[in-house]
């Protein structure tokens, strides 16, 4: 009897079982694991009893390995191909007050988890949604009674305690304001990611600014479609065109794209933001020191217009511009990942 050896398996035996058992298993082994291997190296070439007879005992054996092999394989692959997906999904939503829906696709244990996140992400936005209806009822049915009392304010004789009241009032409006735009921030949230034509949308924006008198330059434009939340967009952009109005002239709005980005800007010839205080304008109720004498505001622009922005995967960045004003740009991705 005369037996040439496989290629990379080993050597079978025909007349032992161990012969035949280790190189099914090392054929098992090279195809669970993925390596590179070829037909002609799992199968014997050579073998024969006797010195003349082919010996094929061994063919179906490692065939049918072969094949479940394969198949355990693929199963193994696919699996964490689809695991690998989820984890990235996930890793999205971690920090983000929208959990977008995951695909419910791929086997059967992923698919299932996937569909508990879906399920969990929709009850959680619709307990957000009635919290947020209650929140804004709230701030609204205020209105009612501040204008109550700003009306019996102005009968007051006493001139000096008049004003004293108007400011406490306009500050009182100031925060019920930013209230309910505070509740409008997280419905602009929930809003999904869609293509946008930007350049209607911002010329849109800045033609209505233009009709109530105010003077605001428009320069570039972007000449494609971007993905973003256009109720979310629209509100940034508002929120830094009034910021740029209320402290500042001369207020342009620059467009533009490069290979990756959207990029917008709004600057202004204002007298800007204290270096130090920069970061923390961006806080909730905060407002920068230059900015507090003389001027309404809540201080609730800045941090829901980097809330929203960081929702459609963007960044805000603001600067004192050397040649004097302020600047606030963002920085939306072309392609959303």
Known sequence: MTCSPLKSIGTIHPNTASGMALAAARALAVLALGQNAHASALAPTACTIGGSTPWLLGMPLLAGLALVAAFLGFKLRAHRASAARLAVMLERVAGDARIPALEESGPADIARVARAINTLGRRQAERQAQHLDVQAGYAHDLRTPLTRMGLRCEMLGDAEARKAMERDLAEMRELVEG??????????????????????????????????????????????????????????????IDNALRYGTDVRVCARVDTTSLVLAVVDSGPGIRPAQIDAVLSPWVRGQQLQEGKPGSGLGLAISLRLVQAMQGELHLENRRSGGFEARLTLPLVVA
């Open 179 to 240: 209230s309910i735009a505070c509740a409008r921030m997280q419905h602009s949230l929930a809003e999904p990611l869609q293509r946008v034509d930007a350049d209607g949308l911002i010329g849109n924006l800045v033609r209505n600014y233009r009709d109530s008198g105010r003077a605001i330059a428009l320069d570039g434009c972007i000449g494609q479609p971007v993905v973003a939340c256009p109720l979310a967009l629209r509100r940034v952009l508002a929120n830094l």
